[in-house]
């Protein structure tokens, strides 16, 4: 049995409230930096085990239970397609910009939306498009959450919006990435 005073050194037991608090921090992250950026990638470690293991890498405001640590992507398709974390990684995050279009004739009335640059017919004439950031994060074997922000003026609310089918093929592919490969298959 596990002191409960002890940190604990596996990254198991986080809930859906970690992960969105830890992609909050990326969105916050993000958008310091403003737009125009490539797609981010961010691993998802237990602060507890930072705490333990690399004290000098947590800065002094590190009170969230996740930390995100933003990991070199130079090509967001081929990262998804072959990462593979430590075992003390929780969870991972990808930050990406993304246009939003309102829904298609004869869709079922969920906005759309497409990676910001790549769909050139994707910003609509009428200027009913925005662009956005979108966050999407999975916890190892656990629960997936996506967040977005809609491209604010200075001195506008800012908002954070999510739902359960926003950025699916993401969490999807995020997931995938703590899937070991079956080499039998």
Known sequence: MSDPKTPPSTPRGFSTDDLGSALSEILDHVDAAGWGQEPSVF?????????????????????????PIEQECPDLDAFLASAVWPEAVAG??????????????GDDGTPRYVVDGTDPAAGDSDGASEQA????GVLRGGPDLAIMR?????????????????????????????????PGA
């Open 133 to 136: 950031r979108l966050v999407a």
């Open 150 to 182: 809609l491209r604010h003026q200075p001195g506008e609310e800012i908002e954070t919006l999510t739902h359960p089918q926003l950025g699916t093929e993401l969490r999807a592919a995020l997931a995938g990435t703590f899937t070991p490969d079956d």
């Open 92 to 105: 991972a995050a990808v930050a990406i910009e993304i246009v939003v279009a309102p829904p298609a004739p």
């Open 43 to 67: 691993a998802l470690a237990p602060t507890a085990v930072l705490a333990q293991q690399a004290p000098d890498v947590l800065g002094d405001g590190a009170d969230s239970v996740l930390t």
